[in-house]
């Protein structure tokens, strides 16, 4: 019998996620941000305690998700050589700091970037209110299998975006991030030993392990909050491309533009000087921009 082909992975049958989430996982997903590092500072207390407590937008991409579907060996995937490329968050109401939801995934394209090249998977997830059937918000992610390219199917498509304006950024945050902080963001769903395990790590060609990309798209996602009338919690669209690897102990450094209802940003690693997310795009109120 031949190999499975992530060719055939648009279609694959990927059973609905079930969370029952409270005050505490809120609470835990903003301390995997780094939030609260501040003493003195209780501009942050609003993320980690339970009196006002407030949910960071992003953290929608942890509730009802599991990324088990992509070691399913039926799918194709080297889940060994799978990382993160890109997310796009929308929300439909603002997140709740507990609730019980659910999700549905589906896969809506493979693009073939060549051989040693590797291969995009273009996924959707929809989370719903679970009292109700109303739906919360959704992902769109994209993850690059690395070593599944050379299939001979078609190849990708660059998100849209309108590009970085031509003057320096009205806002900029530094976030000095903790050495430990990706074992903490991990106890939130994502269990990726690329991110834990040393010598995952290195199998993978990396110096050390590395913090998640929605880890910094969500200490982003603060910064931006910080410039906003409504703070974070008016955030509804958050989105960018994740261009460059990073890691814990560094200070990620967010750029930030506003233009009329939407918001430009890119985040770059103030230690090597990378980019480390760009194309980044968010917006508020209900108007959905990324």
Known sequence: MSAPSIHHLVGFEIPDQYQDYDERDSILYALGLGMGQLVG???????VYEK???AIPTQLAVLAGSSDWMRDTRTGICWEQLVALSHDLRLSRP????????SKTVVENVYDRGIGRGAIIKWKRVVYDATNGEEIGTIDG????????????????RREFPGIPQRQPDYISEHRTLPG????????????PLHADPEVAREAGLEAPILHGLCNLGIAAVA???TLVGGVGSLMAIGGRYSSIFFPGDSLRTEIWHEDSAVLFRCISCRTKHVVIEDGLASIANVHGS
């Open 95 to 102: 997140l709740s700091a507990s609730g019980k939801v659910y």
């Open 224 to 226: 931006i909050g910080r």
């Open 52 to 54: 006002n407590l407030t």
């Open 142 to 157: 994209q993850a690059l299998a690395r070593g599944d390219g050379g299939f001979g199917g078609e190849p990708p498509i």
């Open 181 to 192: 902080q990706a074992l903490i963001y991990r106890l939130s769903g994502d269990w990726n």
């Open 41 to 47: 500072d209780s501009s942050e207390l609003r993320y």
